[in-house]
């Protein structure tokens, strides 16, 4: 049996600290829809050119495009026993998609991470990524030692481009827009949690665990 949690929630809701900090204590690979459309986007391949144009503008990927690259990885041999996936499904037609890739033999457990957009807009703005290594920053919270530096290879921090103000607010219409039909989806399935996600990370990390019993 594989155990598979999927995180859901807006944009800067979380989801990425979250799912790393499981990963680690579950011993599960994190398999992130939007590390592998940049890491993809960065590589030039070909489902990379065709995700580009749609992430600069905010907007979502394509299905056809995310689903068979979240197919090769839950695929590979390190996730026999499961996996966490951080930003897939975001909607109802992906999450139909993922049904069918995966065996019945599955034990899924979905967490909303719920907040609300002053907040979201807020981590959003003040976000910052080593472009080097991929590490994120927070330049509230989790500031790097020396500005504009990568405490861990020594990266330039950037910001990204769909962190503005205005793509920002664009790409949270259009979540919630797409959210609630796949909430109602994973309810019926008795498979939904809902937690804050404008709380402090380890209140996030024992909420989880009270609920996973695995």
């Not at 790097?144 to 921090?157: A, F, N, W």
Request: charged share 30%.
């Amino acid at each position: 049996m594989r155990n598979i949690i999927i995180l859901l929630g807006p944009p800067g809701a979380g989801k990425g600290s979250l799912g790393g900090r499981l990963a680690s204590l579950l011993g599960l690979p994190l398999i992130s829809s939007g590390d592998l459309l940049r890491e993809n986007v960065k590589k030039n391949t070909p489902f990379g050119k065709k995700a580009k144009k749609y992430m600069d503008l905010g907007e979502l990927v394509p299905d056809k495009i995310v689903i068979e690259m979240i197919k090769e990885k839950i695929s590979e041999d390190r996730a026999k026993d499961g996996f966490i996936l951080d930003g897939f499904p975001r909607t109802l037609a992906q999450a139909e998609m993922l049904d069918k890739i995966i065996s019945n033999n599955n034990s899924m457990k979905v967490f909303y991470l719920k907040a609300d957009d002053d907040f979201l807009l807020n981590r959003l703005l003040n976000r910052r990524v080593c472009e080097k290594c991929g590490k994120i920053y927070h330049l509230v919270n989790f500031p790097p030692k020396i500005k504009e530096t990568c405490d861990i290879c020594g990266g330039h921090l950037v910001q990204r481009k769909d962190d503005t103000e205005d793509v920002i607010r664009k790409r949270l219409e259009i979540y919630k827009q797409l959210t609630t039909p796949l909430l109602d989806y994973y309810k019926k399935k008795n498979v939904l949690y809902v937690i804050a996600g404008d709380i402090n990370l380890e209140y996030m990390i024992d909420a989880v665990k009270k609920i996973i019993k695995w």
